[in-house]
């Protein structure tokens, strides 16, 4: 038989059906519903297919479940549901963010507010077991309204064997996963979110355990939807890790963390004068100053990226990246209560550990505290518990971590911040003009020689204690504590970069 001539008037056969698959494709995009479109662009706000697109590599996204309609037949008109309910309300697929895979979902506000359908939360479960067979990150836009109560298709009674919240919760020790929070995101949606390990949102999202309708069903009164956990307030107790100026910042910040998962990239590194660490530190050791601009001149210039800054702000914390290398950062902040570690600080301490032992993220961490906030009030708050957890999180701290000793690493507080001990570090330094002791030193004085100094007119008192905490300040001093091999060494500042970086290199970066 000889061959056919391709090139010929012959016309091949048409796929079967092809036009029909093209036709429902097209009424699944935002460009088959301009009205609705609309009324989001009116609002100053982004649709779902459009932040997921602004997110990942032209081109990239497989999406699956395109075609899923609500499950509401028993209701309405199939006809209505494949142009009112695409995709059941969630899109999703994988796809690549700067060469990385990853999974992303996002719920559709156009879809009936965003709910959770029955084929959404099937589709759902598949997307969370792809992304943990291929153990890649996942992105999730979370905002919805939570369950939905109208599907009919399905015998539900309590629809709690739904295993999207327990799947997703395990991905999390399989692969990172970040919400993306703006406008409402009520209930299950929430839940979501908030089991993510990042939470980036945008000023005007509400995010919470219940919306309106479930706040009035259950007799506690009428409340609008501005009222429940606006994002200025979540930022404040935590649960918000991130606030964004609008979705399309947050969408940048998504990609920020993307790249320190990602090997494959090469990262730009452009490094500050390290020699201004000499002078950032105040010459008074008693005065307070903030330490981020401390850490960015340490850091990557432009690759610091702050977690959590308004909860618990004695403490400070961020991803960042060292000569180009993933790197987490903690820091005590002594313009807030001197640095002391109160009960948040401790939670946010312990939170930003696990987070890096599951990233695979080596942390250094800069000390500069009077240790834990200590005291009745302090006590009411769970110290103990948040403190001991703390202290946990750090014995369990796998990867790398360095310490770096500023000014003072006084007692358990300064412990904690070191992962346990100042040998549980890879390495622990301190700069020159570090002190380190069981407690602060005049503390230390009055507690020790309490009895003695009771004894004393008041003007003998103080001068004792003066001269008492001078000569234990001598004793406290980073030279005296390196002497006794209690840290590795005492460093120029400048040589800090140099000394972290050569570790970090040494341990292998594992992120």
């Given at each position: 038989?000889?061959?056919?001539?391709?090139d010929?008037?012959?016309q091949?056969?048409?796929?079967t059906?092809l036009?029909?698959?093209?036709a429902?494709?097209?009424?699944?995009?935002?460009?088959a519903?301009p009205?609705?479109?609309?009324?989001?662009?009116a609002?100053g706000r982004?649709?779902?297919r459009?932040?997921?697109?602004?997110?990942?590599?032209?081109?990239?996204?497989?999406?699956?479940g395109?075609f899923?309609?609500a499950?509401?037949?028993?209701?309405?008109e199939?006809?209505d549901?494949?142009t009112?309910?695409?995709a059941?309300g969630?899109?999703?697929?994988t796809?690549t963010?700067d060469?990385?895979?990853c999974l992303?979902?996002?719920?559709?506000w156009?879809?009936?507010a965003?709910?959770q359908g029955m084929r959404?939360?099937?589709k759902t479960d598949?997307?969370?077991d792809?992304a943990?067979r291929?153990?890649?990150?996942a992105v999730?836009f979370?905002e919805?309204?939570?369950?939905?109560?109208?599907d009919t298709d399905y015998?539900?009674v309590?629809a709690l064997d739904?295993g999207?919240?327990?799947?997703?919760g395990?991905l999390?020790e399989v692969?990172?996963?970040?919400a993306?929070?703006?406008?409402?995101?009520?209930?299950g949606n929430?839940?979501?979110?908030?089991?993510?390990d990042?939470?980036?949102?945008?000023p005007?999202?509400?995010?919470?355990?219940?919306?309106p309708?479930?706040?009035?069903?259950?007799g506690l009164?009428?409340v609008?939807?501005?009222?429940?956990?606006?994002?200025?307030?979540?930022?404040?107790n935590g649960v918000?890790?991130?606030?964004?100026?609008?979705?399309?910042?947050?969408v940048d910040?998504v990609?920020?963390v993307?790249?320190l998962?990602n090997?494959?990239?090469?990262?730009?590194?452009?490094?500050?004068?390290?020699a201004?660490?000499?002078?950032?530190?105040?010459?008074?050791d008693?005065?307070?100053f903030?330490?981020?601009?401390l850490?960015?001149?340490l850091?990557?210039?432009?690759?610091?990226?702050?977690?959590?800054?308004r909860?618990?702000?004695?403490?400070v914390?961020?991803?960042?990246?060292i000569?180009g290398?993933?790197?987490?950062?903690i820091a005590?902040?002594?313009?807030?209560?001197a640095?002391?570690?109160?009960s948040?600080?401790a939670?946010?301490?312990?939170?930003?550990?696990?987070l890096c032992?599951?990233?695979a993220?080596?942390?250094?961490?800069?000390?500069?505290?009077?240790g834990?906030?200590?005291g009745?009030d302090?006590e009411?708050?769970?110290l103990?518990?948040t403190?001991?957890?703390?202290?946990n999180a750090?014995?369990?701290?796998?990867q790398?971590l360095i310490?770096?000793?500023?000014?003072?690493?006084?007692?358990?507080?300064?412990?904690?911040?070191?992962?346990?001990?100042?040998h549980?570090?890879l390495?622990?330094?301190?700069?020159?003009?570090?002190?380190?002791?069981?407690m602060?030193?005049e503390g230390a004085v009055r507690?020790?020689m309490?009895?003695?100094?009771?004894?004393?007119?008041?003007?003998?008192?103080?001068?004792l204690?003066?001269?008492s905490?001078?000569?234990?300040?001598?004793?406290?001093k980073?030279?005296?504590a390196?002497?006794?091999f209690?840290i590795d060494?005492?460093?120029d500042?400048?040589?800090?970069?140099?000394?972290?970086v050569?570790?970090?290199r040494r341990?292998g970066s594992?992120?």
């Open positions: 038989m000889a061959d056919r001539d391709l010929s008037d012959e091949t056969s048409p796929v059906g036009d029909e698959v093209v429902r494709r097209f009424l699944t995009t935002d460009a519903r009205e609705r479109v609309g009324k989001r662009h609002a982004r649709t779902a459009e932040n997921i697109s602004d997110l990942i590599d032209d081109g990239s996204l497989i999406e699956y395109q899923a309609t499950a509401q037949e028993q209701r309405s199939l006809a549901l494949v009112q309910t695409p059941d969630l899109i999703g697929g796809a963010v060469g990385l895979p992303v979902m996002s719920y559709d156009m879809v009936q965003g709910t959404g939360h099937h598949r997307l969370i792809i943990t291929l153990r890649v990150p999730f979370t919805g309204g939570g369950g939905r109560p109208g015998p539900v309590s739904v999207s919240f327990r799947m997703w395990a999390g692969a990172p996963r970040i993306v929070v703006s406008g409402r995101c009520f209930a929430a839940v979501l979110a908030g089991s993510a990042l939470r980036i949102a945008t005007d999202a509400n995010l919470g355990m219940a919306g309708a479930m706040i009035a069903g259950g009164g009428q609008s939807a501005d009222e429940i956990g606006p994002a200025d307030e979540q930022a404040e918000i890790d991130v606030l964004a100026d609008d979705e399309s910042h947050a910040i990609r920020q993307l790249g998962l090997a494959d990239v090469d990262q730009a590194v452009t490094v500050t004068d390290q201004q660490l000499r002078t950032m530190l105040p010459a008074n008693r005065e307070a903030d330490v981020r601009p850490a960015e001149a850091l990557d210039v432009g690759s610091v990226l702050w977690l959590r800054e909860w618990a702000p004695e403490l914390t961020a991803l960042a990246r000569d290398m993933p790197v987490g950062l005590n902040q002594s313009s807030h209560l640095g002391a570690l109160t948040d600080a939670t946010k301490a312990a939170d930003f550990l696990e032992q599951r990233w993220i080596p942390i250094v961490s800069l000390v500069d505290t009077p834990f906030m200590v009745p302090a009411r708050t769970g103990v518990r403190a001991s957890r703390m202290v750090g014995s369990c701290f796998t790398p310490g770096v000793v500023l000014r003072r690493g006084y007692g358990l507080g300064a412990q904690a911040m070191l992962g346990g001990d100042t549980r570090p390495l622990t330094v301190a700069w020159p003009q570090a002190h380190l002791g069981p602060g030193l507690l020790s309490a009895k003695h100094l009771a004894a004393l007119p008041e003007d003998e008192r103080e001068e204690v003066r001269t905490t001078e000569a234990m300040r001598e004793h406290a980073a030279l005296n390196a002497r006794v209690e060494d005492v460093i500042p400048a040589d800090t970069r140099r000394v972290v050569g570790m970090l341990a594992r992120a």
